[in-house]
T-cell receptor, first 119, second 109 residues
Framework: GAVVSQHPSWVICKSGTSVKIECRSLDFQATTMFWYRQFPKQSLMLMATSNEGSKATYEQGVEKDKFLINHASLTLSTLTVTSAHPEDSSFYIC???????????????FGAGSRLTVL | EDQVTQSPEALRLQEGESSSLNCSYTVSGLRGLFWYRQDPGKGPEFLFTLYSAGEEKEKERLKATLTKKESFLHITAPKPEDSATYLC??????????FGSGTKLNVKP
């Protein structure tokens, strides 16, 4: 089955530093990856859509200069939280949609998530 | 505006007590309604996809149904290991996936 690996699973950093989170599709190619943020006891909030070889599309209210997304290959997307502050502490989850026109390409496969704590 | 609303917010059941979770939606063009299970501190795990009204899918104690306005996740004779948050999501014409706020299910032995 489709597997998405997300790394690191948790990270603690000092305020003002930058943190990079990687999202890899291990056994399929993903032209589109999505980045979500989840606050405690809340659902997933879509931050941006990452398309291989082109600029990410950010949702309204998400700062593109703070949350840098790069989708350099069909199997890797990265989210960099720049100049992190305590309010950026959250659970970040990536997901990937397999390339193709069959029904399986509709399903989002999620990574295990990355818990960021900014001190 | 595309929107997904789930109810109840939380549900406590005794082991063996069947119930249903609701997902109401409005969308400009439905390209799939999805059910996911999420355990604490983990990413969502795919359960079902439904595409058209009247469609049903089953997996073990879970059964998902779809109408033009809502979807139900029926849980028959649940076990404690079914405890999790169940998320409903829809895929719109704009290739975006929107999630509901989830139903946190707690099944007590």
């Amino acid at each position: 089955g489709a597997v998405v690996s997300q790394h690191p699973s948790w990270v603690i950093c000092k305020s003002g530093t930058s943190v990079k989170i990687e999202c890899r599709s291990l056994d399929f190619q993903a032209t589109t990856m999505f980045w979500y943020r989840q606050f405690p006891k809340q659902s997933l909030m879509l931050m941006a859509t990452s398309n291989e070889g082109s600029k990410a599309t950010y949702e309204q209210g998400v700062e593109k200069d703070k949350f840098l997304i790069n989708h350099a290959s069909l199997t890797l997307s990265t989210l960099t939280v720049t100049s992190a502050h305590p309010e950026d502490s959250s659970f970040y989850i990536c997901s990937a949609r397999r390339s193709g026109a069959d029904s399986g390409a509709n399903v989002l496969t999620f990574g295990a998530g990355s818990r960021l704590t900014v001190l | 505006e595309d929107q997904v609303t789930q109810s109840p917010e939380a549900l406590r059941l005794q082991e063996g007590e069947s119930s249903s979770l609701n997902c109401s939606y409005t969308v400009s063009g439905l390209r799939g309604l999805f059910w996911y299970r999420q355990d604490p501190g983990k990413g969502p795990e795919f359960l079902f996809t439904l595409y058209s009204a009247g469609e049903e899918k089953e997996k073990e104690r879970l059964k998902a149904t779809l109408t033009k306005k809502e979807s139900f996740l029926h849980i028959t004779a649940p076990k404690p290991e079914d405890s999790a948050t169940y998320l409903c999501a829809l895929r719109s014409n704009f290739n975006k996936f929107y999630f509901g706020s989830g139903t946190k299910l707690n099944v007590k032995p």
